[in-house]
């Protein structure tokens, strides 16, 4: 049975950083595509960031681009979320998700994924 944990939310100013970790179980991890999603307050959950298994590439929602970095570690079956460069719009609850067979015109759309954590929850506030 797949199951995701995610860890390292928090409350943190505007400007300042924060790394999210999401630990997967039951997967071949490497073959997993994995993907953040986030949702805001009233709001429908959008994509984030996704990074593909077996060495495939990395992908960005526009709003976050150049702030966040995705990363993976197969030998540890984790991927992390590097934040940096806060805003208030990035509050949200953030969801790791997973799915052995997405292709990369479906990585941005969470109903491609069959797997998600529970969420952390990150707060951007002064």
């Known amino acids: 049975q797949v199951h995701l944990v995610e860890s390292g939310g928090g409350l943190v100013q505007p400007g300042g950083s924060l790394t999210l970790s999401c630990a997967a179980s039951g997967v071949t991890f490497r073959r997993f595509s994995m993907g953040w999603f986030r949702q805001a307050p009233g709001k429908e959950r959008e994509f984030v960031s996704a990074i593909k298994g077996n060495g495939g590439g990395t992908f960005y929602a526009d709003s976050v681009k150049g702030r966040f970095t995705m990363s993976r570690d197969n030998a540890k079956n984790t991927v992390t979320l590097q934040m940096n460069g806060l805003k208030p719009e990035d509050t949200a609850v953030y969801y790791c998700?997973?799915?052995?067979?997405?292709?990369?015109?479906?990585?941005?759309?969470?109903?491609?994924?069959?797997?998600w954590g529970q969420g952390t929850r990150v707060t951007v506030s002064s």
């Open positions: 998700a997973a799915d052995s067979t997405i292709i990369n015109s479906q990585i941005r759309n969470e109903g491609a994924y069959d797997y």
